[in-house]
């Protein structure tokens, strides 16, 4: 989001954002900005300073939405509210940033100077850079390439193999034209009838195409074995990257995305390498040992033939970064594909639920159309080149075929001198043409391979300390002035500050979009906070190691999820190594076990994608199943009851006490009544914590929490009159 519209005037030099503003604080019209520096605020009207004001002044800033205008206000450290000045509604959204990053700046001292939401561009070329670090147009593909060909290093032996292998063959057909040569030099054209010498050059030739074939054998298969393996490794550290990313990283991709990345991305490089990885020294090689021996037959010729090279080179390498963009582009709509049908099949009960099997057929048709037209154009833009450059290759040839037959007449050439120089003239041309489609090649490989280091070279956002503490967790944990935004300087808690004793049930409560489930996110460390600190037992939590931490936290969310294996592997996911007696139970105390023995297959019955063979509650007590064989020391349930009826809840209700008894207990629910039995209830509001004890105590305080609870009575009352109405009619 730009923050710097436009500059007054004789603005000073050091304004770092500058928004328009059209009202005085008075309320009168004017033309005029609002100006920050790293030091203060200035507001200009009709381009002269007006007031101005130094933001260490200031402990908070709020934009006030109005109707018809809208106001930036200032509260001093005093506590004095200051109105810096009125603007039309269409600005609302650029102030509301601009005063949260001044509010983050007089909290922490640090002056953001680039949004979150602005979208980072190349310094190079000026074309956003859509993620990544590097511009994937501008960042050299001999550095790409050269970490790919790092990767190579474990399978060097079989590399280098294939190397050997491919030399050697390359060298036996180098060999050829020279033996064809003797053939029609002293046996065809002479008409000598020596066969014994004859027989002996063809049964040479015939040995040497042979063993030829043989290094061609062992050259596919170590090249086969170096790109499958390089394949299965990028294929591993991607997924694995993916596993060890932070949410906020991973919620930047889809799930279709990171899928097209380790799957189609590597397999893309995989084939590169199979292609074209050990041909490049040898084909390169070749290239030099035939041009001197070319220049060595007659420079003359050599010369000719050589001469149209550099043109058909300079022509593909004009070309290579119009292909670089093109191959963004068709990699871009292969992503939007595998994104559609990855959302497509997994909403699959929703598409037939409405009925909308048609309209998804047409989305996915049309985005599958749009990948194929993308492709399609980036191959004719490079195929129209080929015969440009087949021909003035072509032109070589002629001049070599023109001028070799007058030396032929002039008895200055032999007939085999000639055959072999145009043979060799054809093994040139052969390296030449395979290295005129390299650009292609390896703009389309870049892609792939910039989009995978991409993911590779990701440095997380939540990663262990130097020494991280293996902490045997009792489930003490305290809120210390925590402060968290998905954008830093827009916080979505804001100075949390309380304590949870040891087997304690403590109830989260608010509305929608107040920060309950982040409070959780934050104590499974999925994020860090962005000022302040969580501590478990006494423990800075960014100092625990991740897995000792998540390892005894067991979480119980709304949305169940279930992988596609049997009951037995779900339960036992928590603890694979549990015993098939510790999941039957873990079953019972979850309240599980009657309704699993009677599946077609008991334990082993398979639950479907999702576990959608299975009803909601069923799913939900395999989840608390799941948890209680975790035994965790920390139980985190958020709307583990919600939209299930009576008899379930209930149900659910029972296992869930099984599970938290003598464990700390962290419950959201939006229905107040499942949380009667907590011990005390956390209240948020606007992001705060607003209250904090027991439902008797903020029941007496008339507070947030209690016109939560009216409300919700309220609202019960009222559905239940509905349903009263609906059964008399």
């Keep these: 989001m730009n923050l710097c519209i436009s500059l007054p005037d004789n603005a000073a030099e050091d304004i770092i954002y500058s928004l328009p503003a059209d009202f005085t604080p008075e309320g009168e019209k004017m033309n005029g900005h609002f100006c920050v520096t ?106 790409t390439m050269t970490k790919l060909l790092k990767r190579i290093a474990p399978y060097k032996k079989y590399f280098a193999i294939a190397v050997a292998c491919t030399i050697l063959s390359e060298a036996i057909w180098v060999l050829t034209p020279y033996l064809d040569r003797l053939i029609i030099d002293k046996y065809v054209t002479p008409k000598y009838e020596n066969w014994g010498g004859f027989i002996a050059v063809v049964i040479t030739i015939t040995l040497l195409l042979l063993l030829a074939g043989v290094f061609e054998f062992f050259n596919m298969k ?134 909308s099997e048609t309209k998804e057929i047409r989305r996915y048709s049309d985005c599958s159309e749009e990948w194929a037209k ?140 107040v920060g309950k489930s982040t409070m959780i996110n934050l104590i499974l460390r999925l994020y860090d906070c962005t000022q302040g600190e969580i501590r478990i037992d006494g423990v800075n939590i960014k100092d625990i190691e991740q897995h000792s931490l998540r390892s005894q936290v067991g979480v119980v969310l709304q949305e169940t999820f279930l992988f596609d294996g049997n009951v037995l592997e779900n339960i036992a996911y928590a603890k694979p190594d549990a015993t098939f007696e510790e999941v039957i139970k873990a079953a019972k105390i979850a309240n599980a076990h009657d309704f699993i023995v009677k599946l077609p297959d008991g334990y082993n019955t398979r639950v479907g994608n999702k576990g959608y063979q299975l009803s909601g509650g069923e799913r939900q007590r395999i989840a608390i199943a799941r948890a209680i064989l975790h035994d965790p020391k920390i139980i985190i349930l958020d709307e583990a009851t919600a939209s299930l009826d009576t008899q379930t809840e209930k149900q659910i209700q029972e296992a869930l006490g099984k599970l938290t008894k003598g464990r700390t207990t962290i419950a959201i629910a939006h229905r107040l009544s499942t949380l009667s039995s907590a011990d005390r209830l956390i209240v948020l509001d606007k992001g705060r914590l607003a209250e904090f004890g027991t439902h008797e105590q903020l029941m007496k305080q008339k507070g947030v929490y209690y016109k939560l609870v009216m409300a919700q009575r309220q609202t019960t009352k009222m559905k239940k009159a509905v349903t009263i109405q609906t059964a008399e009619a």
């Excluded at 390498?317 to 595998?338: A, I, P």
């Excluded at 650009?439 to 020494?467: H, T």
């Design 38 to 143: 790293k030091e203060k605020i200035i507001v200009y009207s009709q381009n002269k300073i007006l007031n101005e004001y130094k933001i260490s002044d200031f402990s908070e800033f709020i934009c006030l939405r109005r109707t018809g205008t809208s106001i930036a206000q200032g509260i001093t450290v005093g506590g004095e509210t200051v109105c810096f000045c009125g603007f039309t509604q269409n600005l609302f959204l650029r102030f509301a940033e601009l005063l949260k990053l001044l509010d983050y700046y007089v909290r922490t001292g640090e002056l953001i100077t680039e949004t979150d939401g602005d979208e980072p561009s190349c310094p190079k070329c000026g074309l956003p850079l859509e993620g990544a670090k590097e511009c994937i147009y501008c960042t050299s593909k001999g550095r």
């Design 222 to 355: 170590y090249s086969f074995k170096v790109a499958l393996n390089l394949g299965k490794d990028l294929r591993e550290d991607v997924f694995e990257k993916s596993q060890t990313l932070s949410m906020s990283s991973v919620s930047k991709r889809t799930a279709g995305e990171l899928i097209n990345r380790i799957s189609s991305d590597a397999a893309k490089l995989e084939d590169f390498i199979t292609a074209n990885g050990k041909d490049a020294i040898v084909k390169i090689l070749s290239l030099v040992i035939i041009g001197v021996l070319l220049f060595f037959m007659d420079w003359r010729l050599a010369l000719m033939t050589v001469l149209p090279v550099p043109i058909v080179f300079i022509i593909v390498n004009k070309l290579f970064d119009t292909m670089s963009v093109r191959y963004t582009k068709v990699w871009k709509k292969q992503t939007h594909h595998s994104e559609i049908l990855h959302d497509i099949l997994n909403g699959i009960r929703v598409v037939k639920s409405y009925g």
């Design 374 to 513: 993308s492709a399609v154009r980036a191959e004719i833009m490079w195929y129209l080149t080929i015969p440009i450059s087949e021909f003035i290759l072509t032109i070589g040839n002629f001049f070599v075929l023109y001028f070799g037959g007058k030396m032929i007449l002039g008895h200055e050439m032999t007939l085999g001198a000639l055959i072999q120089f145009t043979t060799y003239v054809a093994m040139l041309y052969e390296p030449i043409r395979w290295l005129i489609q390299i650009p292609k090649n390896l703009a389309d490989a870049s892609v792939s391979a910039g989009k995978v280091f991409e993911i590779l070279e990701e440095e997380s956002e939540l990663r262990d300390c130097e020494n991280p503490v293996k902490l045997d967790i009792k489930g003490d944990i305290e809120f210390d002035g925590v402060y968290f935004g998905y954008k830093v300087y827009n916080p979505v808690l804001k100075d949390i500050s309380c304590k949870i004793r040891q087997g304690e049930m403590i109830g989260i409560v608010g509305h929608s979009g």
